[in-house]
């Protein structure tokens, strides 16, 4: 190894440095016309002893984070004891010093959930542009003269049965590229601390109370000679909303924040020789906690 002479020629240098996508591979050339031998095996032994000792990887200028592995090199003879090398070096990934999310996307689903209800909704009409409210009854009755129910459902001598409806539902999720030295154990564990909870504060144009967190799952990609791609992180999310000034039966002024559990008391009451339900009483229940979305660390705007 001694004897022979490498030269860095001017096909040396190329590179292409991915700093942004998580598959992407990023490379590095190193090449040599290297003299003194016309045997194989010296030739060999001689560029893996240099890979081994001095080119095991390439480091990417003022990035610590950065460093390139030597994954393959490609010989040939030239004759008269000169050979051609070149050392190729790659890493799959995202380059980590990046402070900002390497990438972002986001997706949403209006499906709505079923939702079993006790009493008819008092007239609220939606449209796409925002929604307005009318007055209209809850109920129609066949003959006129039949009891009212006040918006009761499925009354019968047992109670009141109620329905399973379609209600209305928003949910959406946000997928982030995250550079891996950000995602701790410590951060996980404050991920899973703050699912099945409601937003303290307003959040992506929600007001507060109206988004439920429903959890974030994450997968990284590595392996021992290209080190740690970035976490793919997906945050999801659930909206609902507050509600002011809404009326049941004959109890009005009844307000309910968006996650909130609402349900009604029915007690009997006669209507004409009829003994019917009629909302007594309504309860709103808080069955969610309030979190702190801004330790999310993906902005709450």
């Not at 900002?100 to 959930?113: A, H, I, M, V």
């Amino acid at each position: 190894m001694a004897d022979l002479v490498w030269v860095e020629d001017g096909d040396s240098r190329q590179a292409t440095i991915v700093r942004r996508g998580k598959k992407a591979t990023s490379s590095y050339v190193k090449s040599y016309k290297i003299f003194g031998t016309a045997d194989d095996t010296v030739l060999h032994n001689a560029v893996n002893a240099e890979i081994s000792n001095n080119g095991r990887y390439w480091q990417y200028p003022g990035s610590t984070g950065m460093q390139l592995m030597a994954e393959s090199y490609s010989v040939s003879f030239l004759g008269d004891n000169a050979w051609q090398v070149t050392i190729q070096y790659e890493k799959t990934g995202a380059e980590t010093e990046e402070t900002e999310p390497l990438k972002r996307s986001r997706s949403f689903d209006t499906t709505g959930g079923t939702q079993h209800i006790t009493q008819a909704a008092q007239g609220d009409l939606f449209s796409v542009k925002g929604n307005t409210v009318t007055t209209s009854s809850p109920e129609r009755r066949f003959p006129p003269s039949a009891p009212v129910m006040s918006g009761a459902i499925g009354v019968d001598s047992n109670g009141v049965n109620g329905v399973d409806i379609v209600a209305p539902q928003l949910q959406w999720q946000e997928q982030y590229d995250v550079p891996n030295k950000y995602v701790t154990s410590t951060y996980i564990r404050g991920l899973a601390g703050i699912t099945g909870t409601v937003n303290n504060a307003a959040f992506r144009g929600f007001a507060a109370g109206e988004v439920l967190f429903l959890g974030c799952s994450g997968n990284q990609e590595w392996d021992d000679q290209k080190g740690k791609g970035p976490w793919s992180l997906t945050y999801r999310f659930a909206a609902s909303q507050n509600v002011t000034n809404k009326t049941i039966g004959n109890i009005s002024g009844i307000d309910k924040k968006g996650h909130e559990y609402l349900w009604v008391r029915y007690e009997d009451s006669v209507s004409g020789t009829d003994l019917i339900k009629k909302p007594k009483a309504v309860y709103v229940d808080k069955v969610y906690m309030d979190g702190d979305f801004s330790e999310l660390g993906i902005g709450t705007g």
